[in-house]
């Protein structure tokens, strides 16, 4: 499966992930998704991080290959080249939810990365104007979690001490007219 996924080569305007075997398509984000990844991203020190964007990750498991809206590896950590970043040397992942994402940002992509053993997973919401940062993975499979979980409303900074930073929120957008959800 990751043979094919490589060679895939989506249409313009669309984006693909391999998720436990399953590729999974979806359209480019939108103005508001886009400007939390900038306002993320501005905040990474450069002299000790890299917050890479539309990064594909490769996982042990060797079924998923998804690509984050931020990745966050430290200088020096991994390859010099390619098209994966193992997630063996990634810091912290990020995700921006967007209507079509919810279920799969919190549900199958947390129990990804916590299975491949990635350190912070930050969600941020623009539905429901909030940020969850998970920490401290467990488990195998399906069966991963992260043992922490840390929800903070826009306005309020989000402690990443694996990044020796606070994210400030205060500039995230919310998205209007879109029903909310459960999660996390």
Not at 129 to 155: D, I, N, W
């Amino acid at each position: 499966m990751i043979k094919f996924f490589e060679w895939l080569e989506p249409p313009e305007g669309v984006r693909a992930e391999l998720l436990r075997g399953e590729i999974v398509m979806s359209r480019n984000s939108g103005l508001v998704h886009n400007r939390n990844v900038t306002e993320t991203v501005d905040q990474m020190p450069r002299n000790r991080w890299y917050p890479l964007q539309t990064q594909c990750v490769d996982m042990p498991d060797l079924v998923s290959a998804p690509v984050p809206d931020v990745v966050v590896t430290e200088r020096g950590a991994g390859p010099d080249q390619g098209a994966y970043v193992p997630s063996a040397v990634v810091t912290a992942l990020v995700e921006v939810v967007s209507e079509t994402s919810v279920e799969r940002d919190y549900g199958v992509k947390r129990a990804i990365y916590a299975a491949s053993g990635v350190p912070a997973y930050l969600i941020i919401d623009p539905i429901m104007a909030h940020c969850v940062l998970f920490t401290e993975p467990k488990g195998r499979g399906e069966e991963a979690e992260y043992h922490v979980q840390r929800m903070s409303k826009f306005g309020c900074p989000v402690p990443m001490d694996c990044l020796g930073l606070e994210v400030d929120t205060t500039g995230f957008g919310t998205v209007s007219n879109v029903r909310p959800h459960r999660y996390p």
